[in-house]
Structure formats: C-alpha cells, structure tokens
C-alpha cells in the first residue's frame, strides 16, 4: 500500500515541497536560462539520489518536491542544489555575471 524506501538500517519515506528564487527575483528562467536549470537540477539530484516527484520552473522561482534520503538534511540537499547549479549557471550562460556579481545566483534561504 505505501512505498517505503529501504537504507541498510533504516526505513523512510521523506518528501519535501521546496521552493526557492533568484537573486533579486529577477525573471531570468525563461528560455535557455529556464532549460539549463531544469537540467542542472535533474543531474544533481540523481548525484545525490534525490528522487524528483514534481517539479516547476517559474520564471522567478523553482518549485521542487522532492523525497530526500534521511542521511542528508533538508538544508543539507537544498545547499547543495543551490550552490552547484549557481556555479554550473554561470559556466554555462557568461551574460549572467552582467546581472549577478560575486557568483551569486539565487536568493539567500529557501521555504
């Protein structure tokens, strides 16, 4: 009836709706910018074994629901998300260092 997921010692089923937006909350994720995201955000989560259940690129702001592992924290997968897609953004679209300075891409936090 309910699909838990199995670790050598533990049994979770931990899911997550996160949501999280770019610097200023500019309405850059549109077009390639948009595509790339959602990309980068798939490959890291695989990485890290994240299983995406729904996700939702705006233009200003990402929605993910997300089912974590228990040996990373919430905080823990929500960093990383966040710091490798910046770093993977701006190697991929240089016209962002126009915009954003200081290789920060998104918004401090996440809800």
């Known amino acids: ?16 709706h996160l949501v999280w937006c770019p610097k200023y909350r500019f309405r850059i994720l549109k077009g390639e910018v948009g595509k790339t995201v959602r990309e980068i955000i798939r490959q890291l989560c695989q ?11 705006q233009v200003d702001h990402i ?15 929500v960093g990383f998300l966040k710091g490798k897609s910046a770093i993977a953004m701006f190697d991929r679209h240089r016209q962002l260092k126009e915009r ?6 998104w918004a401090r936090g996440y809800c």
Request: aromatic share 14%; net charge positive; glycine share 4%.
């Open 47 to 57: 990485q890290k074994q994240i299983e995406i259940l729904e996700g939702n690129v």
């Open 63 to 77: 929605h993910l629901v997300v089912s974590i592992p228990p040996k990373y924290s919430v905080s823990h997968a």
């Open 1 to 16: 009836m309910h699909d838990f997921k199995r670790l050598s010692h533990a049994v979770w089923d931990c899911k997550y």
């Open 100 to 105: 954003y300075w200081g290789r920060h891409f």
